[in-house]
């Protein structure tokens, strides 16, 4: 199937832990996202890489980290997680040579720090 | 700054009536107007895109539209089913982002 992919799917951890969210697209896109939907389901960028090219950092922490090692995978990792960081973290795809052709998401991941 | 409201923030509606969610944004400058659906504990599924060209999309039961000037795009759904009910959410493609609405949760009655 032709998708974005992310995994873990849930995800619980300690305060003071760090951890990671992979994704992975098959659908040949030349740019990824990283988005977070809040505990009032407002979702807002964090991250965009173009070809392996930070494009997009809305102003977030850094300990937040993304790494793109090719331009069909972007992972985020998290240092020193806090209570507020948790959230659903959805990675998406898209094509920027085909704008008009919009975006794909994963199914997210849900993050709960304990 | 771009802001994206979307209104009602929730409806509900007996089944079998026609709906339609609004969606407004403060800068016209946006390139396409994407509507998703969103499942509870789910994630987002695209519905339909409406390209900077273009006015309206339609798939199945499904309409949208699309007026820059006045910074508006509406979502009208036709003889409404309970497997509508989702959350529907607005968003605008602008600078490379998507700058999102917080959504209209809508409930079908059987």
């Known amino acids: 199937d032709t998708a974005v992919s992310q995994t873990p799917k849930y995800l619980v951890t300690q305060m003071g832990n760090d951890k990671s969210i992979k994704c992975e697209q098959n659908l040949g896109h030349d740019t990824m996202y990283w988005y977070k939907q809040d505990s009032k389901k407002f979702l807002k960028i964090m991250f965009s890489y173009n070809n392996k090219e930070l494009i997009i950092n809305e102003t977030v922490p850094n300990r937040f980290s993304p790494k793109s090692p090719d331009k069909a995978h972007l992972n985020l990792h998290i240092n020193s997680l806090e209570l507020g960081d948790s959230a659903v973290y959805f990675c998406?795809?898209?094509?920027?040579?085909?704008?008009?052709?919009?975006?794909?998401f994963g199914s997210g991941t849900r993050l709960t720090v304990v | 700054k771009q802001e994206v409201t979307q209104i009602p923030a929730a409806l509900s509606v007996p089944e079998g009536e026609n709906l339609v969610l609004n969606c407004s944004f403060t800068?016209?400058?946006?390139?396409?107007l994407q509507w998703f659906r969103q499942d509870p504990g789910k994630g987002l599924t695209s519905l339909l895109l409406?390209?900077?060209?273009?006015r309206e999309q339609t798939s199945g039961r499904l309409n949208a539209s699309l007026d820059k000037s006045s910074g508006r795009s509406t979502l009208y759904i036709a003889a409404s089913q309970p497997g509508d009910s989702a959350t529907y959410l607005c968003a605008g493609d602008q600078g490379g982002k998507l700058i999102f609405g917080q959504g209209t949760e809508l409930s079908v009655k059987p």
């Open positions: 409406i390209q900077s060209s273009q």
């Open positions: 800068d016209s400058a946006i390139y396409n």
């Open positions: 998406a795809s898209s094509q920027a040579s085909r704008a008009n052709y919009g975006y794909t």
